[in-house]
Nanobody, 128 residues
């Protein structure tokens, strides 16, 4: 299974970006997908994930209301819509896949080792 994260770039404060995580080598519908980020000098942190049961979603408090995660199983892709970006959102963003099975509400934002596969990361820079 391979994951390809894309959609990062330079955006002004208050702007928006949509990240994509394209999955290949397997169908997406048995995998929970998480988005993580790592800023320079900081630890990696989970920000959002989506599981396989009725698109169960979870968000960290600092992105809730600004970020929206969604999945398109037909396209084998998960998206992260990021609005109202600020300088604190500057980081490399990674997507990861966890084989949880069909109809699962499970996905974690705090236990990164549970994810089986990782993408290469895409840089998001918020600056004026």
């Amino acid at each position: 299974v391979q994951l390809q994260a894309s959609g990062g770039g330079l955006v002004q404060p208050g702007g928006s970006l949509r990240l994509s995580c394209a999955v290949s080598g397997s169908t997406l519908d048995a995998y929970a997908i998480g988005w993580f980020r790592q800023a320079p000098g900081k630890e990696r942190e989970g920000i959002s994930c989506i599981s396989t049961a009725e698109d169960t979603t979870y968000y960290r408090d600092f992105v809730r209301g600004r970020f929206t995660i969604s999945r398109d199983n037909a396209k084998n892709t998960v998206y992260l819509q990021m609005n109202s970006l600020n300088a604190d959102d500057t980081a490399v963003y990674y997507c990861a896949a966890d084989l949880v099975g069909y109809g699962s509400r499970r996905c974690t934002l705090y236990r990164a080792p549970e994810y089986d596969y990782w993408g290469q990361g895409t840089q998001v820079t918020v600056s004026s």
